[in-house]
């Protein structure tokens, strides 16, 4: 591990006196008062990146003392423009760490609050060759603007306010509070528009992941199909609800579908892979390696499974041994760690197609002396969400950043797409199958890989949609390592 020089040291000193005396930032002159907030990413970076020893600027030597950092600070306007410049590799290596002018706004977006017109869609290009982009409806989230309109499932559109949408134009286009799109018929090799067009209108909403829940009887199996789309925190008692309808009905089989989950909450992905199981309550899920200046116990970076979720109230348990999950190439981190983290104890069948591969997580730093909420600097209101750790399963396994590759490889027909919950639909009905032992439907045995090249998704274009995290920062920062 290394050793903070003296300068870190004593940084980190003023800190805990800071903290053990609940005082303000304004407290200490040896930072201008105009510098704090570049001072603020600086030194949560330098201590909680994950990548810290990567990054040259971040190194504890590179500063003798304060006014030589102060020197450097004054080289940014802004805290988000030093923020970025301090990422490894930003965009390449680095894909997920983000900077908020307001924190208030990045708590509403980790808890699925975020401005929503009820479409949650997929992007791809036309063909191979081509710039032009096609969206499809994945699901319709209830009681949105979107749910009261003629728009479902499978549909198809190709332009946003009559203009074409491409590679280039996507985001700002379907970044509009407000536009019409423009929809279109694919017959499997074609793209038609169909003249029908749709106006929505974004409002502030907050998605209850917990999308369908039903059960189905074939014989001696009674399977239980959840789709569940992130792992929101605020969301968990509905989650244990869902397990519990599944639980009163006796299910044998779970059909847990993630496909178009991008994440979320690290302990929500613990609770939830302990509601499939039960029989694992207080053993190792997952740990969590942070960068080499930080060395935590097993107990303050180890998520085990639990018999309670975050309120307190019992875990439903399903006791299963093993369970279906469908992926798609939406499928991401906290989605992912469900995955490997049940590997170890479970039979995992993974059917669709392979994950994003996004094995790292972050946690909300604010301006505050250990980084927390509390003590907060009064004069703005930044927070950062750096990427700070890399998870693994029991086993010590975490190395899946090319995606977890699935069992039973499956791709969404657009030219079909039933309705969630449909015995038809493509993906259950391979899921079916492989439980029941019966033929696999003609529709899941001529599925060829899609011709069409993915580009995004409506929960990658919001910031933190796509993020796994922890609520908190692991307790004894300072302690630990000014006793180190």
Not at 34 to 53: A, H, I, M, S, T
Not at 249 to 262: E, H, I
Request: aromatic share 10%; net charge negative.
């Amino acid at each position: 591990m290394k050793m903070p020089t003296a300068f870190n040291q004593i940084i980190l000193f003023l800190s805990a006196l800071f903290l053990l005396a609940g005082c303000s930032t304004d407290d200490t002159n040896s930072v201008p008062r105009e510098l704090r907030p570049n001072d603020f990413v600086w030194k949560g970076l330098n201590l909680w990146y994950l990548w810290q020893d990567q990054v040259p600027d971040l190194a504890d030597d590179r500063f003798a003392n304060q006014e030589e950092l102060n020197s450097y600070l004054r080289g940014y306007s802004n805290p988000s423009e030093i923020f970025n410049a301090l990422l490894y590799q930003k965009g390449t290596i680095d894909k997920f760490s983000v900077i908020y002018s307001d924190y208030t706004v990045l708590e509403q977006v980790l808890t699925g609050n975020v401005k929503n017109n009820g479409v949650d869609y997929a992007l791809l290009r036309k063909s191979s060759s081509s710039d032009e982009v096609i969206g499809w409806v994945r699901y319709v989230l209830p009681n949105s603007d979107a749910s009261g309109k003629d728009i479902h499932r499978g549909d198809i559109f190709y332009a946003v306010n009559g203009i074409s949408l491409t590679t280039s134009n996507y985001q700002s286009l379907l970044g509009n509070n407000s536009y019409t799109l423009s929809l279109a018929d694919y017959d499997g090799e074609n793209f038609t528009p169909n003249g029908r067009e749709v106006s929505l209108t974004k409002f502030d909403y907050s998605e209850n992941p917990v999308f369908f829940t039903n059960v189905y009887t074939y014989g001696p199996h009674k399977i239980g199909y959840l789709v569940y789309n992130g792992f929101y925190g605020d969301y968990e008692p509905q989650l244990n609800a869902a397990f519990a309808t599944l639980k009163s009905q006796g299910v044998t089989d779970l059909v847990l579908d993630l496909r178009y989950n991008s994440g979320g909450l690290i302990s929500t992905s613990a609770n939830l892979a302990s509601m499939i199981t039960g029989q694992f309550t207080n053993q190792v899920f997952a740990k969590q390696i942070f960068n080499s200046k930080i060395n935590y116990s097993d107990e303050q970076t180890t998520n085990l499974f639990t018999s309670k979720i975050g309120n307190g109230a019992n875990i439903n348990h399903l006791n299963l041994n093993r369970v279906f999950i469908l992926t798609t190439s939406s499928t991401a981190s906290a989605s992912e760690l469900v995955i490997n983290g049940l590997k170890p104890y479970i039979n995992v069948i993974q059917i669709g197609g392979k994950t994003v591969g996004k094995n790292v997580g972050s946690v909300t730093l604010y301006d505050s002396p250990n980084f927390s909420k509390k003590n907060l600097n009064p004069d703005h209101k930044y927070a950062m969400q750096p990427l700070v750790l890399k998870v693994v399963n029991k086993n010590g396994f975490g190395d899946y950043q090319t995606g977890l590759l699935p069992d039973i490889e499956l791709y969404e027909n657009l030219a079909d797409l039933k309705p969630l919950g449909s015995t038809e639909e493509l993906f259950l009905a391979a899921a079916i199958a492989e439980i029941t032992g019966s033929p696999r439907p003609a529709s899941v045995r001529n599925n060829d890989r899609t011709p069409h090249v993915d580009v995004s998704d409506s929960k990658q274009l919001q910031p933190l949609r796509t993020e796994m995290y922890l609520d908190e920062l692991p307790e004894g920062l300072l302690t630990d390592l000014l006793n180190k």
